[in-house]
Nanobody
Framework: VQLQASGGGLVQAGGSLRLSCVAQ???????????MAWYRQAPGNQRELVAS???????NYADSVKGRFTISRDNSRKTVSLRMNSLKPDDTALYYC?????????WGQGTQVTVSS
C-alpha cells in the first residue's frame, strides 16, 4: 500500500495534534488486514515505535507516550490516526506511518512535529 501522512505542525508544550495516514491505492479488505503503526525519528536518534494497532484493533504504545497518545483506525476510510495530547518538547520528531501484512511493509513520508517549550 502507498501511505500518505498529514497533520504535523508546530505546537506549544501541552498542546495537541492529530496525525492521519491514508492508504492510497488499496482496497478496503487489503487495508483491513494490515497492522498499522506510527514511528518517529528525532535528529541524531534511531527511528522508534510510537504506537501500533493490529488488524483486530489491539493497540500498543511506547512507554513515553502512554496516556497521552491514542492510535485508531477507520477501515472504511483506510485511515490510521494518532491523537497526541499533552505534547512535550521531547516529542519533536519526524513521524512516519507504517503498514505491515505478513512480510510486506510500507512506509509513508514523514510529517514533522515540533513542540516548543
Amino acid at each position: 500500500v502507498q501511505l500518505q501522512a498529514s497533520g504535523g505542525g508546530l505546537v506549544q508544550a501541552g498542546g495537541s495534534l492529530r496525525l492521519s495516514c491514508v492508504a492510497q491505492r488499496a482496497i478496503t479488505s487489503v487495508f483491513n488486514s494490515h497492522e498499522m503503526a506510527w514511528y518517529r525519528q528525532a535528529p541524531g536518534n534511531q527511528r522508534e515505535l510510537v504506537a501500533s494497532i493490529t488488524a483486530s484493533g489491539i493497540t500498543n504504545y511506547a512507554d513515553s507516550v502512554k496516556g497521552r497518545f491514542t492510535i485508531s483506525r477507520d477501515n472504511s476510510r483506510k485511515t490510521v490516526s494518532l491523537r497526541m495530547n499533552s505534547l512535550k518538547p521531547d516529542d519533536t520528531a519526524l513521524y512516519y506511518c507504517y503498514a505491515r501484512r505478513g512480510g510486506t511493509t510500507s512506509w509513508g513520508q514523514g510529517t514533522q512535529v515540533t513542540v516548543s517549550s
